[in-house]
């Protein structure tokens, strides 16, 4: 008898078990949960250059603050403070900016719609890299988006809100502790990718990144609301090159 209820584990009950596991995290991708696969730790692990888009029309884009530096506000993970770590794309002002198309940058799904002051974020969980999240800011959405909406990398999500702010991308990365970190846009992007910039004269991609210790070397103050509240010695601009194509 045992040995007919130990078959029939075997047989029936194990991949059974499996089988559900399996379906239970299909689910959770699909909606945009978080799950224990969907993590990467950068410190042991690297950062991967995976991002095969570029999420914004490059040729009507003047000059991109630096990650870290002190454009706009406080934008911060739990592991540094008072820095803005994420990207603002500044138009061209010869340009209207409200005519700057933007792109989804990852195949994934849209974990994340919000109406701002200024256009709609949107947050999208990478496919290939479920730990990634990008957010991009003020967009004016060309059609509606859901959340738990599959996207396509390349896929035009609509124009920049306009001359009222900056277009800005964030990067967010779950980390071991199951918490968000900050990386650079730049550094996930491919060298396919980043082969454009180099056309509009960018050398390297620290040349977009102030490092840790030299934010630290040279920090910032800030207010409660976020609000920097110190002058930068640190240049926070990269101006890109019109003359290169």
Not at 9 to 25: N, Q, T, W, Y
Not at 124 to 144: C, D, G, K, W
Not at 146 to 167: A, C, F, K, P, R
């Amino acid at each position: 008898m045992k040995a007919k209820e130990t078959l029939f584990r075997k047989i029936i009950i194990v991949p059974l078990i499996a089988m559900i596991a399996l379906c239970s995290s299909c689910s959770k991708k699909s909606s945009g949960e978080q799950g224990p696969s969907d993590i990467w730790d950068i410190d042991n692990d690297g950062i991967p250059k995976f991002v095969d888009t570029n999420y914004i029309e490059l040729s009507k884009i003047n000059r991109i603050s630096k990650f870290r530096s002190s454009v706009g506000h406080d934008y911060s993970d739990f592991t540094e403070q008072c820095r803005s770590m994420k990207h603002y794309f500044e138009p061209l002002g010869t340009i209207d900016w409200s005519t700057v198309k933007i792109y989804c940058p990852v195949t994934g799904v849209i974990t994340r719609v919000e109406e701002e002051g200024y256009g709609t974020k949107v947050e999208i969980m990478s496919t290939e890299y479920p730990a990634f999240r990008f957010q991009i800011f003020h967009i004016n959405l060309a059609v509606s988006r859901t959340v738990s909406e599959q996207v396509q990398s390349g896929v035009y999500l609509g124009t920049h809100i306009g001359s009222s702010t900056y277009s800005d991308i964030s990067v967010i990365v779950n980390d071991p502790t199951k918490q968000g970190r900050m990386v650079s846009y730049f550094q996930v992007i491919t060298d396919k990718v980043f082969s454009e910039y180099q056309s509009r004269g960018i050398t390297a991609r620290t040349d977009l990144i102030i490092s840790k210790d030299l934010r630290d070397a040279n920090p910032l103050t800030c207010s409660g609301g976020g609000t920097f509240t110190s002058g930068d010695v640190l240049e926070s601009w990269v101006t890109l090159d019109m003359n290169k194509n």
